[in-house]
T-cell receptor, first 110, second 114 residues
Framework: TQLLEQSPQFLSIQEGENLTVYCNSS?????LQWYRQEPGEGPVLLVT???GGEVKKLKRLTFQFGDARKDSSLHITAAQPGDTGLYLC??????????WGAGTKLIIKP | ETGVTQSPTHLIKTRGQQVTLRCSSQ?????VSWYQQALGQGPQFIFQ???????GRGNFPPRFSGLQFPNYSSELNVNALELDDSALYLC?????????????FGQGTRLTVV
């Protein structure tokens, strides 16, 4: 059973379009992190959201933590080919363990 | 600041053999976590070490064991390898057990069991 459901699993869009990736759970997390992973590499941390309702922006990427701290979204504006990669969300259930989603494979076509 | 490094980067082993994977944590970090990532899946938590003690374990059998050294580097040992153990093994270091602490990953070791 996947405790963190990510959707969509795969997304292929044209350069310049907008997109949103979702991360949902029935569990409450103390924080939630978003990572981007390239093939054969380890995940690279993009952002950590901690407070319910929190919104963080990283250039064209906007991250939001749900009010109940059970879900999160990643919105990319005007996607670029360099945004291509596997996007993973991970929720902190305790002070040491991260629960991971299965990832969203994103392809941005020029 | 030195990042997280893992060795080897790739490894091929035969079913039934044993393997040791190594991880050097980021400078200043005393906590190391190990993850198994199957193709097309998110990482699965194996266990975590904090100041040389195992501090949390995921749903993995005892043939997955680990060690953390005084310099906070770590090893992951897998005995009696099975074909399903083929995966990318990731090591992540963090600066302690504070809530919401952020983890930084190595590039992983790709293990193939044949």
């Amino acid at each position: 059973t996947q405790l963190l459901e990510q959707s969509p699993q795969f997304l292929s869009i044209q350069e310049g379009e907008n997109l949103t990736v979702y991360c949902n759970s029935s569990s409450v997390f103390s924080s939630l992190q978003w990572y981007r992973q390239e093939p054969g590499e380890g995940p690279v941390l993009l952002v950590t959201v901690v407070t319910g309702g929190e919104v963080k922006k990283l250039k064209r990427l906007t991250f939001q933590f749900g009010d109940a701290r059970k879900d999160s979204s990643l919105h990319i504006t005007a996607a670029q080919p360099g945004d291509t990669g596997l996007y993973l969300c991970a929720g902190a259930r305790s002070n040491y363990q991260l629960i991971w989603g299965a990832g969203t494979k994103l392809i941005i076509k020029p | 600041e030195t990042g997280v490094t893992q060795s080897p980067t790739h490894l091929i082993k035969t079913r039934g053999q044993q393997v040791t994977l190594r991880c050097s944590s980021q400078s200043g970090h005393n906590t190391v976590s190990w993850y198994q990532q199957a193709l097309g899946q998110g990482p699965q938590f194996i266990f975590q070490y904090y100041r040389e003690e195992e501090n949390g374990r995921g749903n993995f059998p005892p043939r997955f064991s680990g060690l953390q050294f005084p310099n906070y580097s770590s090893e992951l040992n897998v005995n009696a390898l099975e074909l399903d153990d083929s995966a990318l093994y990731l090591c992540a270091s963090s600066s302690g057990q504070r809530k919401n602490t952020e983890a930084f990953f190595g590039q992983g070791t790709r293990l193939t069991v044949v």
